[in-house]
């Protein structure tokens, strides 16, 4: 029944492309490579003075959120005295918890998890299916369709912000989380990165192989892309997540202080509700830990996969 | 969309279709005009969600706004829609309110970009440099990036505190006075460009480092051996390599600046947040578009600042263009 898609799909595919896909297995060094050229121009080892300001940059970026620790577990008085505190005081967890009060962070908190979960899910599989298509498949119009998607990543979302808003209304979404959830569950970056990754580590001949067995597309895409997919569907996930919690704009115009996100709730805290200094940062920090502890655990990962896109991109 | 005569079995290029009985060959048929409709159409259907999705909520609302731009439209009554033809376009106009605001835009987008990204290029060059712990320096660099808007400007409003905030602490032992870094206008502006700053400078070094990694040692090897210096190499042979990065992150920090909101609205704490300061000294075109929009409740008014908004972009994508040009031009 393939017989005749064999030949009509060898004739299809371009010799550049079957060079690059010789001998692409799906290996973990395979993998390596991506993230560093083979020839990569690391030219010189670090001296001393390269040490001095790459600490003190680590310094700058990671004081701010020290020090929110340190705010957030002393009392009022003593974070409003000159010279400032520099090390924790005693009282982080009762402030953590009245932060989490004061600002109804627990609800903010599930709400973000739902909103960035959501569309970090819907993003990941859409695009792998269209970074799929665009890497393997041949149809009529891919190049155009491709440069389509490249051409939306340059139209500011936040532009059609005002009709958004009266579509929300009008379907009665406003103040809900679909209205979040809607307007970003697909992401061109993500088709972008798909199809970069998908175009190098997953071999023609294996796509051809599930064809010659009979496999519809959809058959292929769920037994053979996914399974070597995961990694860069795994960082996709992460950075989409990312994004979608710390997403502010919008979140805060077509939600209330009823039902906010986490960066919409913490709005809250500056906007004179709370006077307590060192409850705004506990809010503030609160507020941060969920992607700090995920920072911490997949901080590599995260790191290689923006790397990973950015060559490519 | 399922064949059903396919035994998607792996490695068993066996398992074909039963030949021989008649009801067999007409499965056949049937299963390659299906494999042919699968083949031909599912591509399409791969691509459809995101087109589908961005066709709903991106490219449908961008062509709406310009016509909700052209009506009288108030918060409360959404679907009374009143022509008012270029009403709102020459109210904008003589509104001292928009060019400041369009002026504040440009002022903290420079102040915040270049500095960035100047510091982003130092940044991935240092993590070039073959490092011990290199991955604990990259993981610090991005963990700003981790924070969201609301937290990291709640931090730095307490940081650039007047009476007792640790920056002013720190230039006091430098000898300077108390600085009111929210009702200065260029102080509040530094601040919050610094709010920007940091967030972002460390996900923009990654990108160069990135970049940076593809470039072919031999170039450097080439350079040092026509006697070039370190710096002379950084110069003609890192920037030149990861050109097209460098155009990237600036068309990304270009279009963030352009859309700067809640930066200057959580540093304006409270009321001033949305009208950018007591004195609108920090109020930029995305502050005045919620101002409009959902305190003044003039949605028309909104999208036509919407529109600005698009406008000072693509005016800026053209200069950046043209500078491109004619730098290419002179090299």
Known sequence: MTTDSIPARAAHTPPETVRKSRGATPSRGRRRRLFAHP???????????????????????????YWTMVAASTDNTR????????????????????????????????????????????????????????????????????MLVIGTMLV???LGVVPLFMMMTELGLGQKLPAVIFPTLVSAVGVFFMRQY??????????????????????????IVLPIARPPMAVLFMITFVHAWNDFFWPFIVLDMSNPTVP????????????????????????????????????????????????KG | MAISTSTPSDGAPGTAPPAGTGTGGDR???????????????????????????AAFSFYPLIYTSWISLHRVELSTLNLMEWVGFDNYTALWDDDRFWNALLNTITIGVLSTVPQLLMALGLAHLLNYQLRGSTFFRVAALTPYATSVGAAALVFTMLFERDFGMINWMLSLFGVDNIDWENNKWAAQTAISSIVIWRWTGYNA???????????????EAAAIDGASRWQQFLMVTVPGIRSTIVFTIVLSTIGATQL??????????????????????????????????????????????????????????????VQRVAARKA
Do not use: C
Not at chain 1, 39 to 65: K, N, V
């Open chain 1, 39 to 65: 020839r990569a121009g690391r030219q010189h080892h670090a001296g001393p003075l390269a040490y001095i300001l790459l600490g003190i940059a680590a310094l700058f970026s990671l004081f701010p959120l």
């Open chain 1, 79 to 146: 974070v409003t005295q000159t010279p400032p505190p520099f090390l924790p005081g005693p009282h982080l967890l009762e402030n953590l918890g009245k932060a989490w009060n004061d600002a109804a962070l627990g609800k903010a908190m599930l709400n973000s998890l739902i909103v960035a979960g959501v569309i970090a899910l819907s993003t990941v599989l859409f695009a792998t299916l269209a970074g799929f298509a665009f890497a393997k498949l041949r149809f009529k119009g891919r190049n155009v369709l491709l």
């Open chain 1, 156 to 158: 500011p979302p936040q």
């Open chain 1, 198 to 223: 998908l175009s190098e580590a997953l071999p023609d001949e294996l796509v051809e192989a599930g064809r010659v067995d009979g496999a519809h597309s959809l058959r292929i895409f769920w037994s």
């Open chain 1, 264 to 311: 919409v709730a913490l709005t809250q805290l500056s906007a004179g509700y709370v006077r307590d200094q060192s409850l705004i940062m506990a809010g503030a920090l609160l507020g941060t830990l969920p992607l700090l502890a995920m920072f911490i655990v997949f901080g590599r990962q995260i790191v290689g996969g923006i790397m990973q896109g950015a060559v």
């Open chain 2, 28 to 54: 056949r048929r049937r299963s390659t005009l299906l494999h042919r409709l699968d083949v031909r159409g599912a591509p399409y259907a791969f691509v459809a969600p995101f087109f589908v999705v961005f």
């Open chain 2, 206 to 220: 990654l990108l160069y480092l990135a970049a940076m990694q593809a470039i072919p040692r031999d170039r450097y």
């Open chain 2, 261 to 322: 909101f809640g930066e200057p609205l959580i540093f304006g704490q409270g009321p001033n947040g949305i009208t950018g300061g007591a004195d609108n000294q920090y109020q930029t075109l995305g502050l005045l578009l919620y101002e409009e929009g959902w305190k003044n409740y003039q949605m028309g008014r909104a999208a036509t600042v919407a529109w600005a908004m698009f406008l000072l972009l693509i005016v800026v994508f053209v200069v950046q263009r043209v």
